[in-house]
């Protein structure tokens, strides 16, 4: 027995000195396709191990590159490969991962999917019922989109679980793997097996909160362990055939006051947007002018730095569309003064947010809502090309339709089905 068991020994050691990559092999955590600055898609992938793994590519073969290596918070690698266009199977590890659609037919919007612990505000994680992103990715990927657009905030998980708090219980918390595959990456696993990706920063990936992760993990920029934190990406354009989509980082624009330096910095995205191929579609976190209901009846609305910052001028006339999340709940706006209309998306999976159902008539900043609709819910949204314009489903969290809009020639007509 003991002799058996030496030239096992021997033999593994020798077959590790031959095929060090076969030994080496490292673990797959998670793998997505997701779309970058320049036009490229990019395949990324979180591994357990010392080396970037191999990646197929219509049949040929070739080693991912190290785009981030462990740290305390982070102990695995992040690697990356740059994919070219007209591809048509992707493999990494034998796991396969959705090429990109130069042009998308279909383009699933789901955002603020992650489920809140901070401070007196405590979501049930461990409850499918109150925190039903898992489930609404599993609906949504069913779909099969040629493309998904998260309109941001993924990590909500800041503060510890409350000590006997079963809704929350094992729950990880802050800025680190443990918490944003928790969050995000575990329960999104079957979009990322649907479809390419878009992320956009959200305010709980601001530098404060979640931004080293977020630019870690699924920033547009490389990583430099240098520089863990820059809380601001210029905007970069992505063509979806006639489309242009502008996705623009709006994560720390404050809510209450307008600093003036922010005021510029964002003066600054919405010229560098309006220099893009029109028509722009407007991929940003935080709505210039959404409405939310507060305690009381109270029904306000509008940020004031992004406000300031589109004055004088008004949003540059090549956005025909603004898409944003933020607010936890659907909402469907048509403006006057010639601005583009809005779509809110923010239903994916936080607690919800609650907004009148009609909005039409109320002012927001120097705008008026000449139309509007907001639904109650979990959920997201499914636009898909029509003949002429697009048409957008509005999705309950078991894939109901609860609205249908279209949108042509920068409007928007939404009809509610009940």
């Known amino acids: 027995m003991k002799l058996r068991l ?3 020994l021997v033999l593994a050691a020798t077959l590790a000195l031959i095929f060090p990559a076969i030994a080496a092999q490292p673990r797959l955590i998670s793998a997505w396709v997701q779309l ?24 040929k073969t070739d080693s991912m590159r190290l785009r981030a290596a462990a740290n305390t918070a982070f102990p695995n690698l992040l690697c990356a490969a740059t994919l070219a266009t007209g591809i048509h199977k992707i493999s990494v590890l ?45 609906v949504a990927a069913k779909l099969k989109p040629d493309l998904i657009l998260h309109v941001g905030d993924y990590l909500y998980r800041e503060n510890a679980c409350p000590i006997g708090d079963a809704g929350c219980a094992g729950s990880p918390s802050g800025d680190n793997w443990a918490s944003w595959s928790a969050d995000f990456f575990a329960p999104a696993a079957p ?15 601001e530098c404060a909160r979640s931004g080293a992760g977020w630019l870690r993990l699924l ?15 210029t905007p970069w354009p992505l063509s979806l055939g006639n489309v242009t989509l502008a996705v623009m980082d709006d994560s720390h624009a404050p809510m209450i006051t307008s600093p003036d ?35 009381f009846g109270i029904v306000t609305g509008g940020n004031p730095t992004l406000m300031a910052a589109q004055e004088p001028k008004g949003i540059p006339s090549a956005v025909s569309l603004l898409l944003a999340g933020h607010i936890h709940t659907f909402e469907a706006i048509d403006y006057d003064k010639d601005s583009p209309p809005q779509i809110i998306a923010g239903e994916g999976g936080d607690l919800l947010d609650h907004a009148p159902r009609d909005l039409s008539g109320r002012s927001i900043g120097a705008l008026k809502i000449t139309s509007g609709l907001s639904l ?33 020639n920068r409007h928007l007509d939404c009809h509610a089905n009940n």
């Open 219 to 233: 920033g547009p920029l490389p990583v430099d362990p240098k520089t863990p934190c820059v809380d601001h990406v």
């Open 36 to 59: 970058a600055p320049g036009n490229v898609a990019e395949a990324r992938a979180v591994v357990d191990g010392t080396a970037c793994p191999v990646i197929t590519i219509d049949g």
């Open 376 to 408: 109650p819910g979990y959920g997201f949204l499914l636009i898909t090309r029509a003949r002429p314009g697009w048409k957008i489903r509005v999705l309950s969290q078991e894939g109901a339709q609860q609205a249908i809009c279209l949108f042509i």
């Open 261 to 295: 330096d922010l005021v510029t910095l964002y003066r600054s995205d919405f010229a560098a947007v309006g220099q893009m191929t029109p028509p722009v579609w407007l991929a940003m976190h935080i709505p210039i002018w959404g409405v939310i209901e507060l305690p």
């Open 94 to 138: 034998g796991r396969e991962l959705p090429p990109p659609v130069v042009s998308p037919q279909s383009i699933l919007v789901i955002g603020d999917t992650g489920c809140r612990i901070k401070g007196l505000a405590v979501q049930d994680c461990n409850d499918p019922s109150k925190w039903p992103f898992p489930h609404v990715a599993e």
């Open 6 to 8: 030496s030239i096992c």
């Open 191 to 205: 979009l990322f097996a649907a479809a390419p990706l878009i992320f956009v920063r959200g305010n709980h990936e």
